[in-house]
């Protein structure tokens, strides 16, 4: 990552970083759920939740609870622990949520 981008990432709000990690998380469901070849109609079918739910999350505008991002990487055929382990690699080195 450039330095730059390093500074910038450094001095923005925990809303921004939200905003941000949810930006990521929407990115590798949709990539996830395309490599399966799957309609998000019939994904959020699978798993039981909305249509406009599944399509938020990927459009990131929606921080989703834990326990639906579970539901989503049972259907996306992955493990939660390797969801989040490639959402940490994305990340830039020295990332936090919260300010500091």
Same mark, same amino acid.
């Given at each position: 990552?450039?330095?730059?981008?390093?500074?910038?990432?450094?001095?923005?709000?925990?809303?921004?970083?939200? +905003?941000?990690?949810?930006?990521?998380?929407?990115?590798?469901?949709? +990539?996830?759920?395309?490599?399966?070849? +799957?309609?998000?109609?019939?994904?959020?079918?699978?798993?039981?939740?909305?249509?406009?739910?599944?399509?938020?999350?990927?459009?990131?505008?929606?921080?989703?609870?834990?326990?639906?991002?579970?539901?989503?990487?049972?259907?996306?055929?992955? +493990?939660?622990?390797?969801?989040?382990?490639?959402?940490?690699?994305?990340?830039?080195?020295?990332?936090?949520?919260?300010?500091?």
């Amino acid at each position: 990552m450039q330095e730059y981008e390093q500074k910038y990432l450094k001095n923005i709000s925990e809303k921004e970083n939200r +905003k941000y990690l949810c930006g990521l998380l929407s990115r590798l469901v949709k +990539k996830y759920r395309e490599d399966n070849n +799957k309609s998000i109609s019939l994904i959020s079918n699978e798993v039981e939740l909305s249509k406009s739910t599944w399509a938020d999350l990927e459009k990131g505008s929606k921080d989703p609870q834990f326990t639906t991002l579970w539901r989503m990487s049972e259907a996306l055929g992955i +493990k939660m622990s390797e969801l989040m382990m490639h959402i940490e690699k994305e990340l830039p080195e020295n990332w936090h949520l919260t300010d500091e």
